[in-house]
């Protein structure tokens, strides 16, 4: 008999499906951009439908509670077709753009933080301001950002679930 604990065994990791609403570059710059906020000790959110009804690319929850979102631009294209980031920026601490490297920098408003990523990492290019959310919002954005995460991961365990839609 051996005096050596069982070895602990670790649960399967869990597989996220696709998202194919996105182009392989948007997709590994989201990658890049979450790894680059699991490194800072954030959790993060794709696709995350805000009060407005507007869906931010990424959002990211501080261990202190601070709340980023991120609008991934894949393109120049998709950055002057898309004027519906303001709309993003009363649900967050802060706001940053995030693309790849092989966009230019000087399209972007330069008053907005900007991080370059691809499906490996990324790096802040220039800080966001900070301009923090009133108590009431920042309570209102963070339950919603709880009850996403915990119906992704109900949905994920018993994918057979029945629910109200939002599962």
Not at 26 to 54: D, K, M, S, Y
Not at 100 to 119: K, M, Q, W
Request: neutral net charge; aromatic residues 8%.
């Amino acid at each position: 008999m051996s005096d050596s604990p069982a070895p602990i065994q670790l649960p399967a990791p869990i597989i996220l499906p696709v998202d194919r609403r996105q182009s392989p570059v948007a997709a590994g710059i989201q990658r890049g951009v979450r790894r680059l906020f699991a490194q800072l000790g954030h959790v993060t959110l794709p696709e995350f439908t805000l009060a407005n009804g507007r869906r931010a690319d990424l959002i990211a929850l501080a261990p202190d509670g601070g709340l980023t979102i991120v609008e991934i631009k894949s393109s120049v294209a998709d950055f002057r077709a898309d004027r519906k980031w303001p709309d993003y920026e009363g649900f967050c601490d802060r706001f940053y753009f995030a693309i790849s490297e092989t966009i230019p920098f000087d399209i972007l408003p330069e008053d907005r933080g900007l991080i370059v990523a691809d499906s490996f990492g990324a790096a802040i290019m220039r800080e966001a301001v900070h301009v923090p959310l009133a108590g009431a919002r920042r309570k209102a954005v963070t339950l919603r950002f709880a009850h996403a995460a915990a119906s992704t991961l109900h949905s994920l365990s018993d994918p057979d679930a029945v629910s109200d839609g939002r599962l």
